[in-house]
């Protein structure tokens, strides 16, 4: 098992930036795919971005491209995301979920919650215009 804590988010400007955190124990995460995945009120959860267990591969949603970066860390088992030129549109809970990786690419499944089987608690992220 693999347990995910999230961490770092808050209430910030829009144009500022936030580094979320995704910490694992349990398991080393160095195994794993983590993505990152947002629900903001009254929306289904949807896709921000992903990186493979190895690095050699990231994925990202149109809306945050060139905006979010994600990242890994495998010697201290976390999983980052640092979101840049925030707007109120990223007001959102953000998840962190991991899935064993593989050594073929999955493309488009990333994008699908179903994917992952670990899934963290979540933590706000509220952008004020």
């Known amino acids: 098992q693999v347990q995910l804590v999230e961490s770092g988010g808050g209430l910030v400007q829009a144009g500022g930036s936030l580094r979320l955190s995704c910490a694992a124990s349990?398991?080393?995460?160095?195994?794993?795919?983590v993505a990152w995945f947002r629900q903001a009120p009254g929306k289904d959860r949807e896709f921000v971005a992903t990186?493979?267990?190895?690095?050699?591969?990231?994925y990202y949603a149109n809306s945050v491209k060139g905006r979010f970066t994600i990242s890994r860390n495998n010697a201290n088992n976390t999983v980052y995301v640092q979101m840049n030129s925030l707007k109120p549109e990223d007001t959102a809970v953000y998840y962190c979920a991991a899935t064993v990786g593989t050594d073929y690419s999955r493309g488009s499944l990333y994008t699908q919650e179903s994917m992952y089987d670990y899934w963290g608690q979540g933590t706000q992220v509220t952008v004020s215009s």
């Open positions: 990186i493979t267990w190895s690095g050699r591969s990231i």
């Open positions: 349990g398991r080393t995460l160095a195994n794993y795919d």
